[in-house]
Nanobody
Framework: QVQLVESGGGLVQPGGSLRLSCAAS????????MGWFRQVSGKEREFVAG????????GYADVVKGRFTISRDNAKNLVYLQMNSLRPEDTAVYYC????????????????????WGQGTQVTVSS
């Protein structure tokens, strides 16, 4: 059974940094694309960043481009989201998810691309 467990969330001041981690187990992690989404209560879950299975390509939402970096370590079944220059509007629950494709060129961006989700980790940006 596939499991994804996020960690690394917390409270940070505006301009600060956090690194989220997502540990995968129970499946063929290295053969799948991965992504991070976020959700604010009462709003739709939105795409943040994605990475292909071999880390050859990454993609970002415009609002985080240049501030966030997604990466993965297939040997350790981990995917990361480094978040710098955080803003109050980045406050949300962050989720990692699996996109079951080995297309080396395709960065999954749509909710419907993903079939397994973690439980989420809260990120709060506030002074």
């Amino acid at each position: 059974q596939v499991q994804l467990v996020e960690s690394g969330g917390g409270l940070v001041q505006p301009g600060g940094s956090l690194r989220l981690s997502c540990a995968a187990s129970g499946g063929t992690f290295s053969r799948n694309a991965m992504g991070w989404f976020r959700q604010v209560s009462g709003k739709e879950r939105e795409f943040v960043a994605g990475v292909t299975w071999n880390s050859e390509f990454t993609g970002y939402a415009d609002v985080v481009k240049g501030r966030f970096t997604i990466s993965r370590d297939n040997a350790k079944n981990l995917v990361y989201l480094q978040m710098n220059s955080l803003r109050p509007e980045d406050t949300a629950v962050y989720y990692c998810a699996i996109c079951p494709t080995r297309n080396r060129y395709y960065v999954c961006r749509s909710l419907t691309d993903y079939n397994y989700w973690g439980q989420g980790t809260q990120v709060t940006v506030s002074s």
